[in-house]
């Protein structure tokens, strides 16, 4: 049998470090988020390594980034669309979302190399604001262009820092010409760093991703009364900052009494008027479950909400929520990721069937066309952390995967 086509793992890996340089704080801290001048100069980068690729570049109206390659043939024959995220979490690492963009210029390099042309487009995306750390919901580009949230609406989001996400995107020079949803996908695949410690623990290389678990985003404000530190009675205190703490030990308990299938976490929390010597007046925290089971995402939230009940009449607060994402579980389509396990195997690497924990633009595109999503392995399981390491082994596994389940849907007769 030939040896089947491989991207060069060399510059892949150089190419993410070289991403992963960009968007650096004076602490050296990666942090690209979304619409920021770091994730501009992401962006920036990526496209003129995509217009070296002699790629097509286009951007659509919420700042979605596509390079095509293959042209399009005036048939009007749907690309295969690969690709994932440039913006980061705060203090990130350097494998989120990049991997997934780089690993599909490797795949459409490889290819162009090889002297083959494809029976199809292929397209490499990068969706705007994937993080959802500046501007709510998650997973926004992809969403908008799914048709899954109205492109005004996306444009007219507030930020934590009180920005409009429409001014960002102009004034960062993304808000493109394209409607979103004018290129609609044959396929999508989205190659992406597992994020957990499944592979790893397994000795596995590839995850064939057949479900991602369904995403609760709520804002939890509670209104106290700022009062004396020293000379308030324990018993005549509304104290915000307690009646949140009571919110995010319930939820760790919540979450420890759902034996693992569902996640909970406090991920902000901030106190005013925040001074040592009063108790606080406002809490206000964020809360992230997940589940895999709609029902049971479900019904942790209204225990949740059962909870904060009880709590408002014992803490003598005010308790409001807010909504910012509510995603139910996903499943990918069953070809595909039979395919990416065929593949796998054919190149001889370890892989099994498995569920996103984390959130993914895949999660969106499955709404418009078949997609699915390919793991490789998080070194420690760690992730959203500058620790966060991939072997260029399994980069280049992963990358080689990808390329093999693309040359087969372009109709490309590489030995795959
Ligand atoms: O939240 C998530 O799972 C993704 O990283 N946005
Ligand atoms: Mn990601
Ligand atoms: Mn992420």
Request: hydrophobic content about 40%; proline content about 4%; glycine content about 12%.
């Amino acid at each position: 049998m030939t040896e089947p086509l491989s991207i060069n793992r060399t510059s892949l890996v150089d190419r993410l470090r070289e991403l992963g340089g960009i968007g650096r704080t004076q602490e050296g801290a990666l942090s690209r988020v979304a619409l920021s001048d770091a994730d501009r100069a992401g962006r920036d980068t990526v496209v003129a390594w995509m217009r070296d690729l002699r790629m097509t570049v286009e951007v659509d109206a919420i700042g979605n980034i596509f390079g095509t390659w293959g042209g399009t043939d005036g048939q009007g024959t749907k690309p295969i669309m690969v690709g994932s995220h440039l913006d980061t979490v705060i203090d990130a690492g350097i494998y989120d979302g990049s991997y997934g963009v780089l690993a599909g210029l490797a795949v459409v390099e490889t290819l162009r190399d090889a002297g083959l042309r494809p029976g199809r487009p292929i397209t490499v995306a990068a969706f705007t604001n994937e993080e959802g750390v500046r501007y709510t919901p998650d997973m926004m580009g992809s969403l908008v262009y799914a048709g899954g949230l109205a492109l005004e609406e996306a444009l007219a989001t507030t930020g934590t820092d009180g920005t409009t996400l429409g001014d960002e995107l102009k004034r960062i020079g993304y808000a493109g010409p394209l409607a979103p949803g004018t290129i609609q996908p044959h396929a999508f695949l989205e190659l992406h760093v597992e994020q957990g410690p499944v592979l790893e623990h397994e000795r596995l290389q590839i995850g064939a991703v057949e479900d991602l678990q369904g995403i609760s985003w709520q804002r939890v404000t509670i209104q106290g009364q700022a009062n004396h530190a020293g000379t308030t009675p324990m018993r005549l205190r509304r104290d915000a900052g307690y009646a949140a703490a009571r919110i995010t030990t319930f939820l760790h308990d919540l979450a420890e009494a759902s034996s693992g299938t569902t996640v909970a976490t406090v991920g902000t929390i901030r106190f005013e008027p925040g001074a040592i010597n009063v108790i606080p007046a406002r809490a206000t925290l964020t809360v992230d479950l997940r589940d895999a089971a709609e029902a049971r995402l479900q019904a942790a939230e209204s225990e949740l909400k059962e909870f904060l009940v009880k709590l408002n009449g014992e803490v003598g607060v005010t308790i409001e929520t807010e909504r910012l994402a509510r995603f139910e579980p996903v499943t990918f389509d069953e070809g595909l990721a039979s395919l990416i396990s065929e593949v796998a195997a054919e190149r001889g690497l370890r892989a099994r069937r498995m569920t996103s924990g984390a959130g993914h633009d895949a999660q969106m595109m499955a709404r418009i066309a078949p997609s699915a999503m390919i793991f490789v392995p998080s070194t420690g399981g760690i992730s959203h952390n500058p620790q966060e390491h991939t072997s260029g082994e399994d980069l280049a596994a992963g990358a080689n995967v990808l390329l093999s389940v693309v040359s087969r849907l372009a109709s490309l007769g590489v030995p795959a």
